[in-house]
């Protein structure tokens, strides 16, 4: 397994609001998944997580991330950081402000090839160009000239990309990739990530609210809500029969393009919780159709099914 989050709880530092609450996540080599879920419910905080780039309100406060069988908890930081950037890379929905506005294209592409690969001078150089010719740039020898308010938010996600596939890395981290972009630059960088995932084999962990982005790039997904993994299953599985209430929900709030299916979208009825005072027991029972007595009492846990499908649900769906 090439990235493994067991029981991972992550915690505000003042308060001590339970942001993630044990997450189990597994991700082979060469695989993709996705992580949906509403606003709020912690996708992003997993992502940090992995990455170990937590922000500083938070605190991780039990579990464990390993990368290629290593406790990335037992690590220096130096080590740490080389893992970060070189074996993982992360975008971001926002690349924008991600990106330093006083580096040009080029040095920001240079600086990681000579920190993860070792390249500087005209190596580091070509080679950046050829990334930025790669993920999609035209004139890209110019652009190595530009800054990054000289490029339009869907070619800033191509150089968070370009910079991602500078280090070569193992997984790939996308938060939101493509949420701020209009739909045929969406359209365009969906495309490009499964290129490179095709060209390079590098396992992807792709956060989206938008189901129909989830359902075309990812092989396996996970659902999530108030800071717990609530369903997971190969992703024809998830959409086909989904076995979580809550997976059922977000799926029927998706709106389709298909003429014989006139059902409006239906909106989960009530409102996400907050955080800082959840509903003891499953945390969507108060929202859930479904619920029996013993949901407001105990959590459920994550029990496996048939084909590869889990769900923590006392009273699942049917899925035969
Ligand atoms: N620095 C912080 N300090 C305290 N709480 C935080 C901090 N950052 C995020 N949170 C809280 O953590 C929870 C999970 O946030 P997260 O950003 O992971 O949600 P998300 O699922 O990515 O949502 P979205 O779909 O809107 O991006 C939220 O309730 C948020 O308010
Ligand atoms: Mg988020």
């Given at each position: 397994m090439l990235l493994q989050v067991s029981d991972l709880a992550i915690r505000s530092r003042?308060?001590?609001?339970?942001?993630?609450?044990?997450v189990d996540l597994q991700l082979g080599a060469g695989e993709v998944l996705g992580l949906v879920g509403e606003s709020g419910c912690g996708k992003s905080m997993t992502c940090y997580a992995i990455a170990d780039l937590l922000p500083a309100g938070l605190v991780r406060a039990g579990g464990s991330v390993r990368f290629d069988g290593v406790d990335m908890g037992s690590l220096d930081e130096p080590a740490r950081r080389r893992l970060r950037g070189g074996r993982i890379a992360m975008i971001f929905q926002d690349p924008t402000s991600h990106l330093n506005p006083v580096h040009r294209v080029g040095t920001y592409l240079e600086g990681a090839l000579k920190r993860h690969r070792g390249l500087s001078g005209t190596d580091a150089r070509m080679e950046a160009i050829r990334l930025l010719e790669r993920v999609g740039i035209s004139d890209a020898k110019r652009r190595m000239n530009a800054y990054p308010h000289e490029f339009s938010g869907g070619m800033n996600q191509r150089l968070m990309i370009a910079h991602a596939l500078a280090c070569e890395p193992d997984l790939l981290i996308a938060d939101e990739p493509t949420t701020a972009l209009d739909v045929t630059t969406q359209a365009q960088i969906l495309d490009l990530i499964e290129t490179v995932r095709a060209e390079t084999g590098m396992a992807i962990l792709i956060v989206s609210h938008d189901l129909g982005v989830i359902a075309r790039l990812a092989d396996r997904a996970a659902v999530m809500h108030c800071g717990r993994i609530v369903e997971t299953a190969p992703v024809e599985a998830l959409f086909d029969r989904p076995a979580h209430p809550y997976t059922s929900a977000l799926i029927g709030c998706m709106p389709t393009v298909d003429p014989d299916d006139c059902d409006p979208p239906r909106p989960i009825r009530g409102s996400v919780p907050s955080l800082a005072d959840l509903p003891g027991g499953c945390h969507f029972h108060p929202r859930c159709d479904r619920r029996m007595p013993a949901c407001g009492l105990a959590r459920p846990p994550l029990a496996a099914l048939a084909d590869g499908q889990s769900s923590a649900c006392f009273n699942p769906v049917p899925t035969w």
């Open positions: 003042s308060g001590g609001v339970r942001i993630l609450d044990g």
